[in-house]
């Protein structure tokens, strides 16, 4: 009796066994075929497992996994590739307008006879701000590349904002002259130290300074402040010219964009200048931000860390 009992329990854990063989043999089968159809380019597929085994379950959530993560890879590699063909258009248009035109002037001065000297000095001078803006571009376009590929953390020193800011709202008095236009400053009349980099602090108020001039100028009204937080300084650069659109505001600080309002070919500049600011301030470990109403305000803020 005991014989056929143990014969009995011998069987069905043959029958047990087997189940379970063939059930693995078809999860198998279900991972390879759902393999296959990945590697044919469904990258949305995932792995279903039925087995209420957990290592056959483990397998499938770490298959999973490692596809979320591929696909990813794969989706930024696209999208890299993209923007590097949107550069490479935009480059090529920015540099093809000034140099196209700068050729045509220079052609007219070589072979027309019939113009006047004014007309040759008008030429001149044409030729010679056409041939400024290039160099200009292919200044922004070679500190842009050197900024996203150098990984080092940036030299930080201890150095006096108020200084600094004053030292470059100086350097913009012709400009601010020229327009008539006395600018509004609010800066600490004590020294107020952060941890920064120079001369890259000198090139972020220059861009934000310019891009208040080119944009804001309509308004008749600039200015700049300074604020001090519990860890942080801020520094404000506003103006109350066109503005941006909220549609765009998401986007200023992207590479090559210019938004609605630099279809207007006086204004339009290259859309490198606020993402080199973005760049350098973050390098920094600085923040910043922008808000902007149309034709009221619009402020750029970037703060620094406590000195």
Request: proline share 3%.
């Amino acid at each position: 009796m005991l014989i056929q009992i143990l014969v009995i329990l011998l069987i069905l854990l043959c029958i047990f066994l087997l189940s379970q063989r063939r059930q693995l043999l078809h999860e198998i089968k279900r991972i390879t075929e759902t393999t296959e159809e990945i590697r044919a380019g469904n990258l949305n597929l995932r792995y279903r497992t039925r087995m209420s085994q957990k290592p056959v379950e483990r397998l499938g959530g770490e298959l999973n996994r490692l596809m979320d993560h591929f696909q990813k890879k794969v989706e930024r590699t696209q999208f890299l590739e993209e923007e590097r063909k949107r550069m490479i258009a935009n480059i090529s248009h920015d540099l093809r307008t000034p140099l196209t035109s700068l050729l045509g002037y220079l052609e007219a001065l070589r072979n027309d006879a019939t113009l006047t000297a004014e007309e040759r000095n008008d030429f001149i001078r044409i030729a010679s701000g056409k041939g400024n803006a290039l160099l200009e571009r292919l200044q922004e376009f070679f500190e842009l590349a050197k900024s996203e590929a150098d990984d080092t953390i940036a030299e930080l020193r201890r150095v006096n904002l108020t200084d600094i800011v004053q030292e470059v709202m100086l350097g913009f008095y012709p400009a601010f002259q020229k327009i008539a236009l006395t600018p509004t400053v609010h800066i600490p009349d004590s020294p107020l130290y952060v941890m920064s980099d120079s001369v890259s602090l000198r090139r972020v108020l220059e861009n934000l300074i310019s891009n208040a001039l080119r944009y804001g100028q309509d308004g008749k009204e600039i200015g700049v402040a300074v604020r001090e937080e519990t860890d942080e300084v801020w520094v404000d650069i506003w103006d109350r010219g066109i503005g941006i659109p909220p549609q765009d505001v998401p986007r200023v600080f992207e590479r090559f964009y210019t938004g609605e309002v630099s279809r207007n070919a006086s204004l339009r500049g290259t859309g490198l200048g606020l993402t080199i600011v973005k760049n350098l301030v973050e390098k920094q470990g600085g923040r910043i931000t922008l808000s902007s109403k149309p034709g009221e305000e619009t402020v750029f803020s970037f703060s620094l860390i406590k000195g």
